[in-house]
């Protein structure tokens, strides 16, 4: 195990147990319950605290529909190939729960995550035999060209901009939980049990290009003359698709001081990755009337295959979070925190063909970072 990676367990534990009972020390401070104090439909009222001494931690809990957005910022392990697993990268996501607890203490919360990078590439910038087509104005009276004859429009002169991917994924979520509400510790902390189904999918892509010139013809298969010039593009992508589907045990647990409330929520699940593999080989091959001369030919799919594999792995791991919310009025809280998600095994990366071993297909995943939201009756 890498220091980096058990440097994120770590940080996985203290997200777990930060919300214990003895984290949040000895004195009871209650807020409202939404339903027990009447705002008169005034929304962004602010809260009464003083009013609320006196209630009951159960009464301090909240009951009917709630609702919270929360938007993350998560760093993600690289692939497990060389070195590289060790190192990581951060991305962006989207996070909605969605929820109802009725008076018996017993209720539902649906979850759902989206999660678009990180997309990171290392990029190389590659002229191209011709480098300025001057026929093209890149306007509307000028003529027609093939897209990979035109001059770059942000460049000015045409190029290949050439890419190998380093961290390249994309993660949604989907969640229907069963919740239930114990009884008030003696401090005032609260525990919400839960099960239920989750899905998943992890989409991983690996993307490899490469350029070289040569002097093989197209319009002559195999002659070599130093009149022409000819340029090849090769690309291949790899795209893994882990969906997964399964079951999953948790808990939530709750307390309130003042305007705060503090929360911490961690719920292990195992499920089934159904994995597909599709490998994309492309090559563009432009010949020229020499250096710094006219397009005489472009052959744009010589070479192109597409090659499929599935593969099922059993997947497992677990989620941890911490949050503080503070409390704008009876209804409305902002709110921050920690999140961290960990697949331990199962997890099917992209690599290439003569670039790293892409037939591993239970690899970890780790993924932690920050949240900041909003969350309506939490």
């Known amino acids: 195990m890498s220091l980096q990676n058990f440097h994120w367990r770590v940080v996985a534990v203290l997200t777990a147990i930060v919300a214990s009972p003895t984290a949040f020390g000895q004195v009871y401070h209650p807020l409202g319950d939404i339903l027990d104090v009447n705002p008169d439909w005034q929304f962004f ?4 605290v003083t ?47 969605v929820g109802f607890m009725n008076e018996e203490e017993s209720g539902w919360l649906v979850s759902f995550r989206s999660m678009g990078g990180p997309n990171v590439y290392d990029r190389v910038l590659q002229e191209r035999v011709n480098r300025v087509n001057e026929d093209d104005e890149n306007d ?4 027609l060209f093939p897209p990979d004859d035109r001059n770059d429009p942000q460049l000015g002169f045409r190029a290949y901009v050439l890419g190998d991917s380093l961290n ?42 490469n350029y070289i010139r040569t002097q093989n013809q197209i319009t ?19 795209t893994i698709k882990n969906s997964m589907i399964g079951g999953q045990l948790g808990a939530r647990y709750f307390n309130h001081s003042g305007r705060w409330t503090l929360s911490g929520e961690f719920r292990a699940f195992a499920m089934q990755n159904f994995q597909d593999r599709t490998l994309a080989r492309r090559q563009i091959t432009t010949e020229y009337d020499g250096v710094g001369g006219d397009v005489v ?40 925190g920690i999140d961290v998600i960990n697949f331990a095994k199962g997890i099917w990366r992209g690599q290439n063909p003569g670039v790293g071993n892409e037939f591993v297909q239970d690899q970890a995943v780790e993924m932690a970072g920050f949240t900041f939201g909003v969350s309506v009756n939490r």
């Open 51 to 97: 009013e609320m001494l006196e209630r009951s931690p159960r009464k301090t809990a909240s009951t009917g529909w709630f609702a919270t957005y929360d938007r993350t910022n998560l760093w993600v392990s690289r692939p497990e190939v060389e070195a590289s697993s060790a190192r990581g990268d951060f991305g962006w996501g989207n996070r909605w729960d």
């Open 297 to 336: 030919a472009q052959d744009p799919v010589t070479g192109t295959t597409f090659i499929q594999s599935s593969n099922q792995e059993f997947a497992f791991g677990f989620e941890a979070r911490a949050e503080a919310a503070y409390s704008i009025t009876n209804f409305f809280q902002v709110r921050g």
């Open 168 to 209: 390249v994924v994309g993660l949604t979520n989907f969640e229907l939980n069963k919740t239930w509400r114990r009884s008030p510790y003696r401090y005032g902390g609260m525990l919400e049990p839960m099960i239920g189904l989750k899905y998943s999918t992890f989409n991983d892509t690996a993307l490899n290009e």
């Open 220 to 238: 002559a298969p195999g002659g070599l003359t130093t009149d022409n010039a000819v340029e090849t593009l090769f690309s291949d992508t790899t």
């Open 45 to 48: 009222a602010p809260v009464d």
């Open 140 to 143: 509307l009276a000028a003529p």
